[in-house]
């Protein structure tokens, strides 16, 4: 029997499994029957979605399922992830569901569930549901035989609700600058929410990839590639530019040079604000994962003496951990940056704004304000596959095992959780080892990968 979850929810190409209509219909269902309220009364489930064309079809079969066994649908239309668990909450509802493939292009969807208290689902819960939907025997029991199906609404105001609560996390004693901005949407969810709370607030907006089409979310474009970002900043001699992935829920910033600036920098932005702040304890922990860069480490434990905790990779493992340590921060090197004072997941567009009311709060440029630490070196490899690998994976582990003669140096090899990939990273102080060392374990990896 095959696996339905991967490392955020799941993930496929469209049509095929584990989300193939047929399937599709099995999950819902069976999400519905494990979530639902126990006293069966009034039992409600927000659906979102991205701007992938996919949508219109996992939209009303998702829909189906949650009628079928007697609930009511509130159906918000496309928003970001993180608008999920605050409508859920205002809502009350009992489940909550996206339907996303994040940061992949439109031939990829996938589905992220949320429970009742607005948080993603444990790998407990993902089990069960596994092992009903994927046994015949156990999936017969999953019935609703009552007459009275549930119905589905359409919350016509569900983006200002979420624009409302991202107001609502502003800091009223921060005078924030009025500034020249340039957001890219990724032809995604945040097309049109983003661009009009910055224009609220008093910011000058320039937009671009906002013009979804169905298939050209994440095309080139947003938290996955800033090229385009890079040279609308400059060329317009923009303060700064944001870049949102497909789902809203990541967050890369450009300067007004055009240079990037990763999750993990924009995490030291929030520690040394944070720690900054009186009523802030400096000894909580920072949650990342293992791809966070060493520099980073380091600028933490010796400048602002604050701890780097890391799990595995996906935002859900850092939520996991900020929890279990009590952390106000956490996130990840790609762009998720969760604020556990005002959200529970990671969300762009809430962390754009709070980059906005520090920089502000430092008089300083974006570029200044940015320049914390200087990050080790790193070269990422991505390989293809198309073989099974589970005979492969001791061979991943015994790898990652190798000890290296450079203490400075570091590798870490992973299976991709969301595509067909092996994900190689490198990383230590020389530039010319970590190439060396990048095209050693590519090698060895492909050598493996062909037999």
Known sequence: MGKIFGTDGIRCLVNHEPLSVEKTLKIAKTVGFLLKSKNNKNSRVVISKDTRLSGYLYEPLITAGFISMGMEV?????LPTPAVPHLMRTLRADIGVMITASHNTYEYNGLKFFNSDGCKISDKLEKQIEDIVLSKKKYTKIINSELNTG??????DASGRYSEFLKSTLDKHIKVKKLKIVLDCGNGATYEIAPNIFWELGHKVISINNKPNGININQS???VDVSQLSKKVVDEKADIGFAFDGDGDRLIVVDEKGMEIDGDKIIA???THLTKLNKTNSKFPVITTVMSNLGFEKYLLNKLKIKLKRSSVG???VIKE???FNSILGGEQSGHIILSNFSKTGDGILAALKVIEIISKNNKTTSKSFRLYESFP???VNISYKKVLTKNLKFIENLNKEKLKDKNMRILIRKSGTEPLIRLLVEGRDI???QEYSKYYEKKIRIKLEK
């Open 322 to 324: 900020m929890g279990k």
């Open 378 to 380: 790193q070269n990422k």
């Open 221 to 223: 474009c947003g938290a």
């Open 74 to 78: 509130i159906l918000v239309g496309p």
């Open 151 to 156: 119905k589905a609404i359409r919350l016509k």
């Open 269 to 271: 932005l929030f520690a």
């Open 432 to 434: 010319n080892k970590v």
């Open 315 to 317: 935002d859900i493992n």
